[in-house]
């Protein structure tokens, strides 16, 4: 489809123009996860650390890609001591999109594997050796600091709802 173009103003002004951008993404199936090495690591991960905030999501993969895991994200930017990837966030939207992990009902919504999950890396995933390596050596640090984050959050997550609580409502 070719692009689109709006121009705006008169002879005499200076034109501005607006072009109309379309990306193209490739739709997600639930085939296209499973040969996906870099989103079955994370649902391996996932699973592994037991329900988990997507924010301390962020902060494990980075760690373990520090000790010497590479589970192929390499666009992390760290902003205020804080890690966040694009890609990362893409791939647990992927991942929720086909089932493979759900939020928690609850107001915390931490993420968690689903029983399709479960079957799905039991059947068709076969975990790096490298991230095996990774998490027997270091998994109590790695868990402590996950419980460490997501009890930030949640408190965070908290205090909003007791906030949120507190104001008068609007009558308008």
């Excluded at 000790?67 to 939207?93: E, Q």
């Excluded at 095996?132 to 600091?145: A, C, H, P, Q, Y």
Aim: hydrophobic residues 35%.
């Amino acid at each position: 489809m070719p692009k689109k173009k709006q121009e705006r103003g008169g002879e005499g002004e200076g034109k501005a123009s607006k072009d109309l951008k379309i990306i193209t993404v490739q739709v997600v199936t639930r085939d296209r996860v499973i040969k996906n090495p870099r989103q079955m690591s994370l649902l391996y991960l996932i699973d592994k650390l037991g329900p988990i905030h997507e924010k301390t999501l962020q902060h494990v993969v980075h760690r373990v890609q520090e000790l010497g895991a590479d589970l192929g994200y390499k666009d992390f930017s760290v902003v205020g001591g804080v890690p966040y990837s694009p890609t990362l966030k893409s791939d647990v939207v992927a991942l929720l999109y086909v089932g493979f992990i759900e939020t928690e009902p609850t107001m915390y919504r931490k993420l968690r594997v689903t029983g399709d999950g479960k079957e799905a890396l039991e059947k068709y995933y076969k975990p790096l050796p490298e991230l095996e390596e990774v998490l027997s050596n270091n998994f109590e640090e790695i868990r402590n600091m996950a419980s460490l984050i997501d009890n930030q959050v949640d408190l965070q997550v908290r205090r909003r709802g007791l906030v949120e609580r507190r104001r008068p409502r609007r009558l308008f």
